[in-house]
């Protein structure tokens, strides 16, 4: 008889899997009805919810109970509290909050995008058009850049603690693809003397610009709008950040863009690189290995790359060498590449 016997078959995942839409929506829901914060403040039971978010006490009965059997509540006789997670997460009142991150990752473009991803595999591509969301001056990208904002000053601040930054040296700072501005912020924070200049879509860094004068620094923070791969960035850069950008685009598109970026930058400079990145497996860690079917389903041929393949990138584009370094808990990575 073997002594470890492997577990009997069990549906439950997978039919959970096919039902995983209903807890975003389910997530959606309570959110647009402020449920978290208002359990928060004190309206733990029905009709005192119901009263409060203006529904039917039967809605949120329902509701509740199923954020309960979730793990985002807890019940106890009639009176729900919020659990650690929810607590920190997802009441408004927290500076955690992360909950208008559902504004861009539960968008119609998202979604159109996931609502086909047979086509996209038989593409090898997005199949929401020729371009996907790197389309010139996509919409989406203003929702990211206010509805991810919150979650990207959690890796924002991490990252400062990361790139060694002196706190009144002159330095300049290029922002690629800045959209919310907050990563070249955070370090401009650090340092009185740091200038930014951030490149987006002009319509993305009108947010940006929000955020800066929000930090205090307006004016260190200049905007230069336009096409990343066409605008002229001028040189004499100390750092380039690149957050979240390179996974949309193929290996030569990549390593094209960065001989553009080193041009940019002084000798001793640094291209600063923010990315969701896999192991050598590309299966691990999952939330970084499964992102590489958001890069299928929304562009024409972005990918999660590893780290070796940005070092290969970063190498073939003239950078001498190039570190990886983590930043728990988040599950980006940050790759450190020198001229």
Same mark, same amino acid.
């Given at each position: 008889?073997?002594?470890?016997? =492997?577990?009997?078959?069990?549906?439950?995942?997978?039919?959970?899997?096919?039902?995983?839409? &209903?807890?975003?929506?389910?997530?959606?829901?309570?959110?647009? !009805?402020?449920?978290?914060?208002?359990?928060?403040?004190?309206?733990?039971? %029905?009709?005192?919810?119901?009263?409060? +978010?203006?529904? +039917?006490?039967?809605?949120?009965?329902?509701?509740?109970? =199923? !954020?309960?059997?979730?793990?985002?509540?807890?019940?106890?006789? &009639?009176?729900?509290?919020?659990?650690?997670?929810?607590?920190?997460?997802?009441?408004?009142?927290? @500076?955690?909050?992360?909950?208008?991150?559902?504004?861009?990752?539960?968008?119609?473009?998202? &979604?159109?995008?996931?609502?086909?991803?047979?086509?996209?595999?038989?593409?090898?591509?997005?199949?929401?058009?020729?371009?996907?969301?790197?389309?010139?001056?996509?919409? %989406?990208?203003?929702?990211?850049?206010? +509805?991810?904002?919150?979650?990207?000053?959690?890796?924002?601040?991490?990252?400062?603690?990361? %790139?060694?930054?002196?706190?009144?040296?002159?330095?300049?700072?290029?922002?690629?693809?800045?959209?919310?501005?907050?990563?070249?912020?955070?370090?401009?924070?650090?340092?009185?003397?740091?200038?930014? %200049?951030?490149?987006?879509? @002009?319509?993305?860094?009108?947010?940006?610009?929000?955020?800066?004068?929000?930090?205090?620094?307006?004016?260190?923070?200049?905007?230069?709008?336009?096409?990343?791969?066409?605008?002229?960035?001028?040189?004499?850069?100390?750092?380039?950040?690149?957050?979240?950008? !390179?996974?949309?685009?193929?290996?030569?598109?990549?390593? =094209?863009?960065?001989?553009?970026?080193?041009? +940019?930058?002084?000798?001793?400079?640094?291209?600063?690189?923010?990315?969701?990145?896999?192991?050598?497996?590309?299966?691990?860690? @999952?939330?970084?290995?499964?992102?590489?079917?958001?890069?299928?389903?929304?562009? @024409?041929?972005?990918?999660?790359?590893?780290?070796?393949?940005?070092?290969?990138?970063?190498?073939?584009?003239?950078?001498?060498? =190039?570190? !990886?370094?983590?930043?728990?808990?988040?599950?980006?990575?940050?790759?450190?590449?020198?001229?």
């Amino acid at each position: 008889m073997d002594p470890n016997p =492997s577990p009997a078959p069990n549906p439950v995942r997978i039919f959970a899997a096919f039902a995983a839409y &209903q807890q975003t929506a389910a997530l959606a829901g309570a959110l647009a !009805l402020d449920v978290f914060t208002a359990i928060g403040e004190g309206a733990d039971t %029905v009709p005192a919810l119901a009263r409060r +978010a203006g529904a +039917a006490e039967r809605g949120i009965r329902i509701l509740c109970d =199923s !954020l309960a059997a979730l793990g985002f509540l807890t019940k106890t006789e &009639q009176h729900y509290a919020l659990t650690p997670d929810a607590a920190l997460f997802l009441d408004r009142r927290s @500076p955690a909050y992360i909950g208008s991150a559902i504004d861009f990752i539960g968008s119609d473009t998202i &979604q159109r995008a996931f609502s086909d991803v047979a086509g996209a595999v038989r593409k090898g591509g997005t199949v929401l058009d020729a371009e996907g969301t790197v389309a010139p001056d996509h919409p %989406v990208w203003v929702s990211f850049a206010r +509805a991810m904002a919150p979650l990207a000053r959690f890796s924002a601040e991490l990252l400062a603690g990361v %790139v060694a930054i002196e706190e009144n040296g002159p330095c300049r700072i290029l922002d690629v693809a800045a959209g919310h501005g907050l990563f070249g912020i955070s370090l401009a924070r650090r340092n009185r003397r740091a200038e930014v %200049v951030a490149v987006d879509w @002009p319509s993305v860094l009108e947010v940006a610009d929000e955020f800066a004068a929000e930090a205090g620094i307006t004016d260190r923070f200049q905007k230069l709008p336009g096409d990343a791969f066409r605008v002229d960035f001028g040189t004499g850069y100390d750092i380039v950040l690149l957050t979240n950008f !390179l996974h949309h685009f193929d290996a030569a598109t990549c390593e =094209s863009f960065l001989r553009k970026v080193r041009a +940019a930058l002084k000798p001793g400079g640094r291209a600063v690189t923010v990315e969701i990145s896999p192991d050598e497996n590309r299966v691990t860690p @999952p939330e970084a290995a499964t992102f590489g079917l958001v890069m299928l389903v929304t562009t @024409p041929a972005g990918d999660a790359y590893t780290f070796p393949e940005y070092e290969r990138m970063f190498a073939n584009a003239g950078f001498s060498r =190039s570190e !990886l370094h983590p930043i728990p808990p988040s599950f980006q990575r940050v790759v450190i590449s020198y001229t």
